[in-house]
C-alpha cells in the first residue's frame, strides 16, 4: 500500500520535490498559498488540499520547504500576535508521522520545533537541501539531515525519492549547520572564481581557455566545474540563460546572514564569508535592476567592466 506525504511549500524548489515523490509511488496531498503552485502540483499528479490541517491528516510523512524560520515554526507551533493567531500544525499531525523540515533555517528554529515535537513523542528532522531548481526538479538534491539515527533510517525512504545524496550530520540542527557551511564555501568559490575570470578577460584571456585551464589547475572547483558564471562558456548554466535562476542572489544572501548569525553565537570566524556577503549585497544593489532576483552567478557582473 503506498505511503501518504503532506507536503507543504510548492515553490521553485517544493513543485520539483513533490513531483518525485508522486513518481516514486507516494501520494501526495500538497498545499501552498499561491494557486498557481497547487495547480502545477496537480498536474504533476499530487491531490491539491485547501489547507495545511487538511494535508496532514492521516498522513505517513510530513514534508514542508518553506521560505524562513519564523514562517516555519509559525506553522509547527503556531504563533500569535498582531491580532493574527495560528494553531500549531503538530496538534494536527498523526503521531506516527515523520516530520521532515527541508526548508532553509537558523538551527535554533529546528532545534525548537525538533523539541516540541520530542516532547509531544513525535518524530522529526531537519533535512536542508543543496542543488537548486534543476536538482529538484531532476531528483538529484543533497540532503544534509539532522535528527536521530532512527529517525535518519526512517526518513531515506523519501528523501531518497527526491535526491542522490543522503548524509546524516548529527541531531536535530546539524543539518542546518551542514547547509550553512555548504553554501558559505560556494559563495566564497563562486565570488572567487568570478573574480579570476574577469582578471583574465581583462588581460585578454579567453573565458574558455582560462576555464579548461584553471581546471586541470590547482584552481579548480565546483563553480568551475558545473556552473561556470561567465556568459557562453558552459551550455546550460543560468550564465549562458541570462542569469536565470538557479538559486537567486537573495536566497544566497540569506543563507550568508545565517552564516552570520551562526558564527556570533559560536564566536567563530569567518572572515571570507563575511566578504562573500558583502560582495552579493554589493552586487544586488548595484544599477536599477533588482538583481537579487537573478542567479548567484551572476556576481559576474559585479566584476565585469562596463562596454566602452
Known amino acids: 500500500m503506498s505511503k501518504t506525504v503532506a507536503f507543504i511549500g510548492l515553490g521553485n524548489m517544493g513543485g520539483g520535490m513533490a513531483a518525485n515523490l508522486v513518481k516514486a509511488g507516494f501520494k501526495v496531498n500538497a498545499f501552498d498559498l499561491m494557486a498557481a503552485n497547487l495547480k502545477a502540483a496537480a498536474e504533476a499528479g499530487c491531490t491539491p488540499v485547501e489547507c495545511a490541517k487538511a494535508a496532514v491528516k492521516g498522513v505517513d510523512y510530513v514534508v514542508s520547504m518553506l ?53 509531544r513523542g513525535m518524530q522529526f528532522v ?9 536538482a529538484a526538479a531532476a531528483g538529484t538534491l543533497a540532503f544534509m539531515v539532522g535528527g536521530s539515527e532512527s529517525n535518519f533510517d526512517a526518513a531515506k525512504p523519501v528523501l531518497n525519492a527526491m535526491g542522490a545524496n543522503v548524509f546524516r550530520a548529527g541531531d536535530v540542527g546539524a543539518g542546518q549547520v551542514a547547509k550553512i557551511c555548504n553554501n558559505m564555501l560556494l559563495a566564497i568559490h563562486m565570488t572567487g572564481t568570478a573574480e579570476a575570470l574577469q582578471l583574465g578577460m581583462d588581460n585578454g584571456l579567453d573565458p574558455k581557455v582560462l576555464s579548461d585551464i584553471m581546471l586541470k589547475s590547482s584552481g579548480c572547483n565546483w563553480s568551475l566545474e558545473k556552473y561556470n558564471p561567465v556568459p557562453g562558456v558552459m551550455d ?73
Open 67 to 119: 521560505p524562513n524560520g519564523a514562517i516555519v515554526e509559525s506553522v509547527y507551533l503556531g504563533a500569535s500576535g498582531n491580532g493574527d493567531a495560528s494553531e500549531p500544525l503538530l496538534d494536527y499531525i498523526p503521531k506516527s508521522a515523520l516530520i521532515l523540515d527541508c526548508s532553509t533555517v537558523a538551527p535554533a528554529n529546528s532545534r525548537r520545533v525538533g523539541a516540541e515535537a520530542d516532547k
Open 126 to 134: 531537519d533535512a536542508p537541501v543543496s542543488g537548486g531548481v534543476a
Open 236 to 308: 546550460n548554466v543560468p550564465s549562458s540563460n541570462d542569469y536565470q535562476p538557479g538559486f537567486m542572489v537573495d536566497l544566497m544572501l540569506k543563507d550568508l546572514s545565517l552564516a552570520m548569525e551562526a558564527s556570533v553565537g559560536s564566536q567563530s570566524s569567518i572572515p571570507m564569508g563575511t566578504a562573500a556577503r558583502n560582495l552579493f549585497n554589493l552586487h544586488k544593489n548595484s544599477g536599477e535592476e533588482d538583481k537579487g532576483l537573478k542567479d548567484f552567478s551572476s556576481i559576474q557582473q559585479f566584476y565585469a567592466k562596463p562596454a566602452p
